[in-house]
């Protein structure tokens, strides 16, 4: 894509937005839930199209498709609850109110991991605020992205069909020019990144990419949403149920290969059951079923390309030369890798980068505080776990005394997230937050309203001001 084609689609984006926005917020959720419906018919063929793209098992694409319909029934119910606030005026007879607006166009950057759900948590509550979306997909995801395009244009068709929008808002106004894709890798991004008309940018990547993007978004005074780099741990207690432990870690550290931002990549195990637990772990990983993602039986499929391999390797054969005990972790063939387990006895350079494969760091730990400080001590700060059946641990690892990431969880492994409550992390992570809560937010712009119904005008703070 070429700067000339960027603008035009972008300056479609603005046209469509500034029509849209007046559209009422139910209205505007009546066509989201005709999007989910559309999704849920075309479920299997999306599954299948994240498979292709981004290389996961099956189930796990099929579980990103859901993530997006059930975004769909997150927003229609948003629609109708895009509150405001009313509040005492100081001032006799006067009202004061907060009230939220459409923000205007929004740029959405995915990366290959998750490239139906990312989008969806972005685009579906940009469009039920009443704003338009510009969607730069990773070059690697092209296939799912045109479809989602393909069946949000579809919708649109049918949505027009059955409401009076078209006709309130005139026939100029082309609805699927509110989502716009814009291919392209690095330079795209920047494009985006630099463009003052669009008003927030949601970017999804690794630290060093947000790190590249988000001054040229604040050189303008523009919004972002960062969803960056993860270095995820799980705390595991003695006083844990293991059987319950041991399924979160395996699937919480081989689920999507390991590529996931909520991939877990440290495991902090008390000196006491540690032995235990790594000779399990390897029992278990030796078993893995690897292979053809589209195999309902396969747990763990191909990694995205060769480069994600060799930088794997690269990494084990750095681990091997500090000392640290690497198990599994070889090449099968062209993409395939057996996960690996690394026992480290104290968390180093290598531990505190994150590195996007099926690598799984193990350490001991002495103290519940000690091992506080080994989760929060890495740069990233995205999401955390303890296992722990005992109601003191779990409540200071939750408290403000313990883990420092976005997601806190008890008794659940660290990957993967419901959209109802807001997605997003601490530190490298960005920042950000997506998807449940009051996200919705960030979509819009706040505008506090005060109206004078007497006949006098008194001031704030009971500033005198008298003129003849």
Known sequence: MNKTDYNIKVNRAIDAQMIWKNAPAPNRGELIRQFGNCLRQNKNELAKLVVQDSKKIIGEAEGEVQEAIDMCDFAVGLSRQLYGLTMPSERQDHKMQEVWHPLGVVGVISAFNFPCAVWAWNHILAIVCGNSVVWKPSPRSLNITKKLKELWDQTVEEFLKTTIVKHTMGDRFNMKDLLQIVEGGNETAEWIADDPRIKLVSATGSTEMGKALAPRVAARL???????????????????????????????????????????????????????????????????????????????????????????????????????????????????????????????????????????YVMKYITLENAIRKNNIVSQGLSSCIFTNNLQEAELFTSSMGSDCGIVNINIGPSGAEIGGAFGGEKDTGGGRESGSDAWKQYMKRTTITTNYSESLPLAQGIKFDIE
Do not use: W
Request: positive net charge.
């Open 222 to 360: 523009g919004r972002t949403i960062l969803e960056l780099g993860g270095n995820n741990a799980m705390l595991l207690s003695q006083h844990a149920n293991l059987k319950l432990a041991l399924r979160a870690i395996v699937f919480s550290a081989v689920g999507t290969c390991g590529q996931r931002c909520t991939s877990l990549r440290r495991l902090i195990i008390n000196e006491k059951i540690y032995n235990e637990v790594v000779e399990s772990l390897k029992k278990i990983y030796t078993n893995l079923i690897i292979g053809d993602p589209m195999n309902s039986k396969t747990l763990v499929g191909p990694m995205i390309d060769q480069n994600a391999v060799k930088k794997m390797q690269s990494v084990l054969e750095e681990c091997r030369k500090k000392g640290h005990t690497v198990f599994g972790g070889e090449v099968i063939e062209d993409c395939y890798v057996k996960p690996a387990i690394v026992e480290v006895k104290e968390q180093d350079d290598i531990v505190y980068k994150e590195t996007f494969a099926p690598i799984l």
